[in-house]
């Protein structure tokens, strides 16, 4: 499986990155490394996010990460990172389908 990141998913990285950069430089890095690490799994593991509670779409699904939740899409061959948000906002249902 080939992990494709959106160009939303990899803005909405940057953004949470930069905020813990603010007073916390090295944490920002060991954060975003952690992301990518945590989002290898699914190449072996697809479906070990649970579904999204907004959407009907069983093939939208999230990991858990921190406060964060790790919203992708899987199908055959592809698994497509649409969003990284933390998790007491709400989800618009506009970044997931």
Known sequence: MKIIW??????RVKKIANYIAYDKPKAAKRWIET???KVE????FPEIGRKV?????????????GN???????DKTKIYILTV????????LNEIH
């Open 35 to 37: 992301v990518f690490k």
């Open 53 to 65: 509670p907004e959407s009907n779409n069983s093939s939208i699904r999230e990991l858990i990460f």
């Open 68 to 74: 964060y939740r790790i919203i992708y899409r899987c």
């Open 41 to 44: 799994i699914l190449t072996k």
């Open 6 to 11: 959106t160009r939303l998913a990899l803005e």
């Open 85 to 92: 948000r933390c998790a007491q906002q709400i989800l618009p």
